[in-house]
């Protein structure tokens, strides 16, 4: 789950790491009396989606201005136009598409004095599953391009969680970044509070891009963004109270209702599947076999006829189906469960475009006397890859 930089910036502050002032603003007035409230003589009037690259952004409406997502602000009454210009306005960036997002909430944040800019992300790195800190001096830059053009400027460090974070881990930190003086003594405290929060937090990933060194010689966390381990989500209703559904796609908030991991693809064939993994090979097969998936639809283990009558209102409701592919495994699953629920959701939404369905596992026979008998033009499979060939030749027969 991700949340906005003003809100990942609370959390930041509430674990000690320095930020610099700011509030949330819903509408030009509620700009112009949080600039009020910041000392000036300069704001920063950020622009709050669930994207990256907000300052090269573009926005799709002529009144937005010229500048992009992020603009820096001279006055009290340039704070309010410009909070004028972006709200409710539609953001273009490299990370949302040519969709875009619109834009419901700014960030007003009193301007820093600037003398270096760094790179400081902590994630979750898979190979050692480890908490990794990954460093740069190559601050307020995409991190991809230094990574290609110079990645002799990118220092990992990872941290054994048998010994948790130590103080020579932010003294190595420190060095890397070219810190001196306070500074070094800052990120050593700096990172020590970091890890306590991407651990106690169930942090999947936490980036600040850049973290800033003041003329002051201080550390300052200029942007941050955020994003939590969903399955962990149960301990923290703090963070949950952080969602923005508005941010989100509305078909995966509708998933989240029904405990269903859906991800939506831009491809044609929609697919419902039991296990992560299994629905990862169905995906690859289809596209082994010359089509692509439209979605990611994991129904779980435990799916009850209901919820597959909602997995299947979730795959219909997008556009770019033309066929679904049901893989099921049953294991705790009951092959008989999903069948009675594929057979109800066909008949409750008259579904018109190929379906194709491979059941294997505990009441196999059960469940394919029910998808036989059901009077519905469903299409058996033997494995899977008899089932991936049915399908995007039924795909592609309608196409003709």
């Known amino acids: 789950m991700n949340i906005h930089e003003y ?13 610099a002032q700011g509030a949330a603003a819903f509408s030009p007035d509620e700009a112009a009396a949080a600039a009020a409230d910041l000392p000036g003589p300069v704001w920063v009037v950020k622009a709050q989606i669930h994207a990256g690259g907000r300052g090269k952004g573009t926005f799709k409406e002529a009144d937005a201005g010229e500048a992009g997502g992020v603009r820096l602000a001279k006055s009290r009454e340039e704070v309010e136009t410009f909070a004028a210009q972006m709200l409710g306005k539609t953001l273009v960036t490299k990370q949302t598409g040519p969709a875009g997002r619109v834009v419901n909430r700014l960030y007003i944040e009193d301007g820093s004095a600037i003398a270096r800019e760094l790179y400081l992300s902590a994630l979750v790195d898979r190979e050692t599953s480890r908490v990794a800190f990954i460093v740069s001096t190559e601050g307020g830059m995409n991190i991809e391009e230094v990574a290609h053009d110079t990645p002799e400027k ?4 990872t941290i054994d969680p048998a010994t948790g974070i130590q103080g020579y881990h932010g003294r190595k930190i420190a060095y890397a970044l070219g810190l001196e003086g306070q500074a070094v003594k800052q990120c050593v405290k700096l990172i020590g509070n970091l890890y306590r929060m991407v651990t106690q937090k169930d ?5 600040i891009n850049p973290l800033i060194v003041t003329n002051d010689g201080d550390l300052l966390a200029l942007d941050a963004k955020a994003d939590f381990d969903s399955n962990a989500l149960f301990r923290h209703p703090d963070i949950v109270e952080l969602r923005d559904l508005e941010e989100e796609d509305p078909a995966e908030v509708e998933a989240s209702k029904h405990d269903l991991s859906y991800v939506k693809l831009d491809g044609e064939i929609g697919c419902m599947v039991n296990g992560a993994g299994l629905a990862m090979a169905t995906m690859d097969i289809i596209k082994l076999y010359g089509s692509e998936p439209a979605n990611f639809l994991d129904v779980g283990g435990g799916a009850t006829k209901e919820k597959v009558q909602a997995a299947f209102k979730l795959i219909l409701s997008d556009p770019n189906v033309k066929g679904i592919l049901v893989n099921i495994f049953g294991g705790i699953m009951r092959c008989d469960v999903i069948a009675e629920g594929v057979v109800a959701a066909a008949k409750d939404m008259a579904i018109t475009v190929p379906l194709v369905v491979r059941l294997e596992g505990t009441n196999v026979e059960l469940g394919k006397q029910i998808l036989s008998t059901s009077g519905l033009a469903i299409t058996p499979a033997d494995n899977l890859a008899d089932a991936a060939k049915k399908i995007v030749d039924a795909v592609k027969a309608v196409a003709v």
């Open 7 to 19: 809100q990942a910036k609370q959390v930041l502050s509430s674990f000690g790491v320095p930020v």
């Open 203 to 207: 942090m999947s990933m936490l980036e």
């Open 154 to 157: 990118i220092v990992q460090i």
